[in-house]
């Protein structure tokens, strides 16, 4: 059985340190143990990291086998063999790391959620994955069965894979394995714990610090320095981001003829507008005078619309209520898994949506 409850939540750094413990694993074998490794990165960003632990199993001799989703080979250290994968491959949402060799076997198989945990100080590190893992060569050879099937290899390297598979079925799995169950499950909360701790920590650590420069005064709402910490190093053409670039027009102008307090007031009621249309995990950010950016991750393009034309209806009723000015919004709506997320190109687009009374106008990924 797993050593991981079957479909357990994983989130994105106990993910990283199950994936180093089983890489370990494959370098602590004995020399003469032949083993085959297969990995699914997702993209290639995520493999480059470790492409050093890679080079090293390969060097071992290892029939070493990494799957990302590009469009063309990638580059990878001699040994390595690169699966290529289609964004719509099933596999393209895995992130896996399997040991097979005779005398032993380890593996991690998780399924990408494209949701975030909303505490999460970073979206890159919120990224959330159900999965299990374990210990047993029996669970790792049914892994290399799966992957073997199912991805695009050489035939030199199938064969390899089937000489090993042969050899696995010709050697009887050692019954120690069984005794690594209890301390390795043990050894991975103690993992996750320390993980919900660091988190914890952190977040205490923000709330001391209060960085003034990541919450925008006038309206309580997030700044761009806080946008370039969230989304730091957030993988390209993984986790979907839905984007809605609010413009406000006659914010300025308020000022200008009712004063400081009026702007306040209407700035309030702007951001209130925004913000109680927002789950946990959704972030808005001030962007100059006119603008605020909605960060809306795993939110479907539907719902992205009609988030844009909800806080344009509600603000188009704030002259109902002090200082009854008109305050007209417009509104450039996209769900990305591009990175850079593409801001300037949606402020671009509501300077073409028509003005004022324009339309929700959509860019297109």
């Known amino acids: 059985m797993d050593t991981g409850a079957p479909g357990e939540l994983l989130g994105k750094r106990a993910l990283v340190d199950l994936s180093h413990m089983i ?14 490794v297969l990995a699914m990165f997702q993209k290639l960003s995520y493999f480059e990291r470790a492409s050093a632990v890679y080079r090293a199993i390969a060097g ?8 990302v989703a590009e469009d063309s080979p990638p580059a990878v250290p001699p040994g390595v063999q690169p699966a290529l994968l289609s964004a719509s491959d099933e596999l393209a949402r895995q992130w896996s790391v399997t040991v097979l060799g005779p005398h032993g076997g380890a593996n991690l198989v998780a399924t990408d959620l494209e949701t975030i945990d909303p505490v999460a100080r970073t979206l890159e590190d919120g990224r959330t994955f ?24 050489p035939a030199a390297v199938v064969a390899d894979i089937d ?39 952190e977040m205490r650590l923000d709330a001391m610090k209060g960085d003034n420069a990541e919450r925008d005064p006038r309206t309580g709402l997030y700044t761009e320095k806080f ?34 307090r009026a702007e306040l007031a209407a700035l309030r ?46 603000v188009a009723r704030l002259d109902q209520q002090y200082p009854f000015v008109s305050l007209p919004g417009v509104a450039a709506a996209t769900v990305t898994r591009s990175r850079p997320l593409p ?19 959509v860019l297109r990924d």
Do not use: M, N
Not at 131 to 141: E, K, L, M, T, V
Not at 165 to 194: C, D, I, N, Q
Not at 276 to 296: H, I, K, N, Q, S
């Open 130 to 153: 159900r999965g299990s893992w374990s210990f047993r060569r029996g669970d790792a050879y049914a892994e290399v069965i799966r992957l073997r099937a199912a991805l695009r290899l």
């Open 343 to 361: 801001v300037e190109q949606l402020r671009q687009q509501v300077l073409v949506s028509g003005g004022p009374s324009g339309p929700v106008s």
């Open 269 to 314: 009621a702007v951001s209130k507008c925004v913000q109680d249309l927002l789950t946990p995990v959704d972030r808005a950010v001030r962007l100059g005078r006119e603008d605020f950016l909605v960060v809306l991750p795993s939110w479907a393009p539907e719902r992205v619309l009609w988030f844009c034309e909800e806080v344009c209806a509600r």
């Open 23 to 36: 890489e370990k694993f494959a370098l602590a074998a004995p020399p003469d143990e032949p083993l085959v």
């Open 60 to 67: 071992r001799g290892a029939v070493t086998v990494i799957g």
């Open 163 to 201: 000489e090993l598979l042969r050899a696995v079925r010709g050697t009887p799995e050692p019954p120690y394995h069984e005794w690594w169950s209890g301390p390795t499950g043990f050894l991975a909360e103690r993992v996750r714990t320390a993980d919900r701790r660091r988190i914890a920590a």
């Open 227 to 260: 946008l370039g910490r969230w989304t730091k190093s957030l993988g390209a053409g993984t986790l979907p981001i839905g984007l809605a670039l609010v413009r406000i027009f006659g914010i300025p102008e308020v000022r200008s003829q009712y004063g400081l």
